[in-house]
């Protein structure tokens, strides 16, 4: 499976964004999903995750209350909607899948990366 993110740009500070992660050669119905993000400069980061169902999520403690990962399996796409923007926000964000039905928050354990989009939240 291929994934394509997309949605990123430029935004002020407490402002909003949502980014989208598409599948194609592919379903992502039975896939557990999660985004990432790097900094320059820095590692690879978890952000959020998501299992298959859309049931179970998962948070990294810097974006809990803000951020909120989604998912629409009949659009083969899973959604990173972030508010209350931050300038340590900034990074280009990476969307990852599993073929799992567990959780996972690893960046070791996903198997398929998107290529990225840049997030830049000015101050």
């Known amino acids: 499976v291929q994934l394509q993110a997309s949605g990123g740009g430029l935004v002020q500070a407490g402002g909003s964004l949502r980014i989208s992660c598409a599948a194609s050669g592919g379903t992502l119905t039975y896939l557990a999903m999660g985004w990432f993000r790097q900094a320059p400069g820095k590692e690879r980061d978890f952000v959020a995750a998501i299992d298959w169902t859309g049931g179970w999520t998962s948070y990294q403690d810097s974006v809990k209350g803000r951020f909120t990962i989604s998912r629409e399996n009949a659009k083969n796409t899973v959604y990173l909607q972030m508010n209350r923007l931050k300038p340590e926000d900034t990074a280009v964000y990476y969307c990852?899948?599993?073929?799992?039905?567990?959780?996972?928050?690893?960046?070791?354990?996903?198997?398929?990366w998107g290529q990225g989009t840049l997030v830049t939240v000015s101050s």
């Open positions: 990852a899948a599993v073929g799992s039905t567990a959780h996972h928050t690893r960046l070791d354990e996903y198997d398929y």
